[in-house]
């Protein structure tokens, strides 16, 4: 066997032990959990922290129209965020270029940047993730469902490990979501909106062109290479997000939570479902329309293409 086909072998083997490792792993965890919560000192613990903290007078019940709105473009909008961001990191050799008409912002020693199109999908979906993101912010503390979402006492981080074990031990926090979110979702929450989604922008706005040629001190400030080591973690670390939050939405009472976030009722309807598969078929379909052709006719509307 030649050393190249043992390396190769190697690799294989390793991804074969991936899978049966992740479910031993998470056998071990929940056994763990049970245990835990089956002893004197876990059902105290849960008992002083049931898993969710008390929110402010103030905080509104069930959800406004617009949050579900808010909600379907922006799943819209990530999901060819990451398309466009995978294959701007993968795709060594584009088949097509674009160049900005005039001489606008993007630009490099006076001349137009010319980028892959896989490069200006990336950023036109990026401007329209933000736009979205502003319009949700400007919202969420006008209406104050920011105190959904965002922590208001210290109590919600002993709370949170109390969901996490009620979750890792396979039996459930109590679902309250139309009202009031456990504490780890407010955690996760929290650090989805105001935290991981400002570092995505800042550290793809530090690599993309429209990044400010002549501000050395700004440059400084924010190293290039350190935009590059967060920029492709922020992106893993939002796929598994919304891996676990899919999960956790249909094993959680599916319909009843689909009607939280697609049809702002609270009930166990259909209607909700129909929304998201709506959704779904939208996002489907515009996944299959994003071919060379019809990229090149979009971006023309811009810029130049060239192949």
Known sequence: MTSVSRTASNRWFKLVWIVPAIVVGLALLVLAARGIRASVPGQSFLAGYPGESRLP????????????????????????????????????????????????????????????????LHLSFDVLWVLNGIVFWVLVFCT?????????????????????????????????????????????????????????????????PAW??????????????????????TMIFFVAFVIVHVTLVFATGALNNLNHMYASRNDDSWVGF?????????IVAAWMAARPIVLRSLASLTGSVTR
């Open 57 to 120: 007078s103030f905080a509104p019940v069930g959800f406004p129209t617009w949050v579900g709105w808010q909600h379907g473009l922006n799943v819209f909008f990530l999901v060819f965020m990451v398309r466009s961001g995978w294959m701007v990191r993968t795709v060594q050799r584009p088949g097509m270029y674009w160049t900005r008409n005039n001489r606008g912002r993007i630009r490099t020693k006076g001349a137009p940047t010319r980028i892959s199109i896989n490069l200006w």
């Open 212 to 233: 400010p040629k002549n501000a050395p001190r700004l440059s400084k400030a924010f190293p290039l290479a350190w935009a590059r080591a967060t920029h492709y973690p």
């Open 144 to 208: 104050g469902q920011w105190t959904r979402i965002v922590p208001t006492s210290w109590g919600v981080f002993p709370n949170a490990v109390s969901a996490l074990l009620q979750y890792a031990s396979l039996q459930w926090p109590t679902e309250n979501g139309w009202s009031n979110y456990n504490s780890l979702q407010v955690l996760s929450y929290f650090l989805v909106v105001f935290i991981a989604a400002p570092v995505a922008l800042f550290s793809g706005l530090r690599m993309s």
């Open 274 to 282: 129909a929304f998201f598969a709506g959704s779904l078929v939208v």
